[in-house]
């Protein structure tokens, strides 16, 4: 499970969770502490479109994940269970 903590979280917060096993991050990891509604929109809109344009070129294999950030993309597999 994954989780973003905003300014309301102490940030000791994510470390607990990352403790535990977690992902965690804050908006201050992140670099977006403070950023309004439309720049955050803006940043998410263009992680959705790299996203859709990394997918129309290859097909997603069946467990593999797709991490978008705003300057690059992951793609995680996982073992096949044979």
């Known amino acids: 499970m994954r989780f973003k903590l905003d300014e ?3 940030v000791v917060v ?3 969770l990352r403790d535990s096993g977690y992902d965690a991050e804050t908006v201050y990891s992140e ?8 720049e955050l929109l803006d940043a998410v809109l263009v992680a959705v479109r790299r ?13 593999a994940l797709r991490i978008v950030s705003n300057n690059r993309i992951r793609v995680r597999t996982t073992p096949n269970p044979d």
């Open 14 to 16: 994510a470390e607990i």
């Open 31 to 38: 670099a977006i502490s403070g950023i309004n509604d439309p």
């Open 51 to 63: 996203w859709l344009l990394a997918a129309a070129e290859s097909p997603p294999r069946p467990g």
């Open 8 to 10: 309301n979280m102490p």
